[in-house]
């Protein structure tokens, strides 16, 4: 069954540009809910992580993501993002003791 | 170490042969994940590893595929008579006993097979 849903695999914003990534989930009342980056030749990275609390969690590099049980979203956001924020995003969920990805959106960034 | 550590980085294989990836995880790191990442695609979920068991290997594509880890650390995943559909990044991550704190993932093995 599908866990973590991105809706957009392709999305471009201009330099500067403020961004928001979607991410919709279908698994547990009480998610654990992660946004990783992948950059070009580069490894997984852990951006941020939501476990429970605060709905609006703080990660690195400038990004933020808000939770929402009521729409079962976890959107990552940032408010101007710079060229090297080009990469693949991945929401991802845990289920079964395990990590769940989603598809993945790649980021374009015009300059 | 460090961080996650994946060997080769790098590997071509002729279709038919057998393969090895290794994946030494952090030192501590009590979990361990295999998964295959395809041309533009997601990560698509291979095993798990708890300490030396394998709670979990529903991903395994067929039974050309099979992992193996010793002693808590290192990890080897096996790919028998290789197939060019096996061409894939794959993965290794580890994490601590709990897995909702994240993993950490290593740089992966890029595998090519013609």
């Known amino acids: 069954a599908q866990s973590v849903t991105q809706p957009d695999i392709h999305i471009t914003v201009s330099e500067g540009a403020s961004l928001e990534l979607r991410c919709n989930y279908s698994?547990?009342?009480?998610?654990?809910l992660f946004w990783y980056v992948q950059s070009p030749g580069q490894g997984l990275q852990l951006l941020l992580k939501?476990?429970?609390?605060?709905?609006l969690v703080q990660g690195i590099k400038g990004f933020e993501a808000e939770f929402k049980r009521s729409q079962s979203s976890f959107n990552l956001r940032k408010p101007s993002v710079h060229w090297s924020d080009a990469a693949e995003y991945f929401c991802?969920?845990?289920?079964?003791?395990?990590?769940?990805f989603g598809k993945g959106t790649r980021l374009h960034i015009l300059p | 170490g460090a961080g996650v550590s994946q060997s080769p980085s790098n590997k071509v294989t002729e279709k038919g042969k057998d393969v090895e990836l290794r994946c030494d995880p952090i030192?501590?790191?009590?979990?361990l994940y295999w998964y295959r990442q395809r041309l533009g695609q997601g990560l698509e979920f291979l095993i798990y590893?708890?300490?030396?068991?394998?709670?979990?290997k529903s991903g395994l594509p067929s039974d050309r595929f099979s992992a193996e880890r010793t002693g808590e650390s290192v990890s080897t995943l096996t790919i028998q008579r290789t197939q060019q559909e096996d061409s894939a990044v794959y993965l290794c991550?580890?994490?601590?006993?709990?897995?909702?704190?994240?993993?950490?993932f290593g740089s992966g093995t890029r595998l090519t097979v013609v």
């Open positions: 991550a580890s994490s601590g006993t709990i897995v909702n704190y994240g993993y950490t």
């Open positions: 698994y547990g009342a009480t998610p654990y």
């Open positions: 939501y476990f429970s609390g605060d709905t």
């Open positions: 991802a969920v845990v289920r079964d003791d395990k990590i769940i």
């Open positions: 030192s501590g790191h009590t979990a």
């Open positions: 590893f708890q300490g030396n068991s394998a709670p979990d």
